[in-house]
T-cell receptor
Framework: GQSLEQPSEVTAVEGAIVQINCTYQ??????LSWYQQHDGGAPTFLSYNALDGLEETGRFSSFLSRSDSYGYLLLQELQMKDSASYFC??????????FGQGTELSVKP | IAGITQAPTSQILAAGRRMTLRCTQD?????MYWYRQDLGLGLRLIHYSNTAGTTGKGEVPDGYSVSRANTDDFPLTLASAVPSQTSVYFC????????????FGPGTRLTVL
């Protein structure tokens, strides 16, 4: 089977850095994606790690270690608008996404 | 149309009724997907289509059917709705590519009573 685990909620202050971890248990898995969802709206793509290492896109970075079955999303210079739910999702060999249960990030002033 | 549209936005349905959720994309993506999102359970794949004319089952396909007659449309049908199908349904599409990005529609909130 395939499953991804991430914390249910994280709180941080504006301007800070926050890391959202994701561990997975799966066979035949490749690649880890991150999606953002505001207030139950359409999830939007943030990043994809096909290989081990760090991918940086502006204030957001994502990391993958396939040997540790672990990844994280790093958000820097937090802004109020970053308050949202963040989902890690693993790509299986069939090209299908398996989502984690989501982490609700609350950014406080 | 820009991206993916879904209809209806929301629906209240009596148990036992038949319901079709519509999804249309204008990006000419080959792959399309249907997910349901329930509180605390994230998004779960119901059915998918890798290309027009083909469909496949996801994690939770029971009670749902899909068709893919053309590239743009991917309707999801509940033949006889049950209360456990109360959920938010998201349609998504993607083109094969290195980053495997999926584009999601705005969702349909379905309540089965």
């Amino acid at each position: 089977g395939q499953s991804l685990e991430q914390p249910s909620e994280v709180t941080a202050v504006e301007g800070a850095i926050v890391q959202i971890n994701c561990t997975y248990q799966t066979s035949g898995f490749y690649g880890l994606s991150w999606y953002q969802q505001h207030d139950g709206g359409a999830p939007t793509f943030l990043s994809y790690n096909a290989l081990d290492g760090l991918e940086e896109t502006g204030r957001f970075s994502s990391f993958l270690s396939r040997s540790d079955s672990y990844g994280y999303l790093l958000l820097q210079e937090l802004q109020m608008k970053d308050s949202a739910s963040y989902f890690c999702a693993g790509y299986n060999q069939g090209g299908k996404l398996i989502f984690g249960q989501g982490t609700e990030l609350s950014v406080k002033p | 149309i820009a991206g993916i549209t879904q209809a209806p936005t929301s629906q209240i349905l009596a148990a036992g009724r038949r319901m079709t959720l519509r999804c249309t994309q204008d990006m000419r993506h080959n792959a399309m997907y249907w997910y349901r999102q329930d509180l605390g359970l994230g998004l779960r794949l119901i059915h998918y289509s890798n290309t027009a004319g083909t469909t496949g089952k996801g994690e939770v396909p029971d009670g749902y059917s899909v068709s893919r007659a053309n590239t743009d449309d991917f309707p999801l049908t509940l033949a006889s709705a049950v209360p456990s199908q109360t959920s938010v349904y998201f349609c998504a599409s993607s083109e094969a590519g290195e980053n495997n990005e999926q584009f999601f529609g705005p969702g349909t909130r379905l309540t089965v009573l």
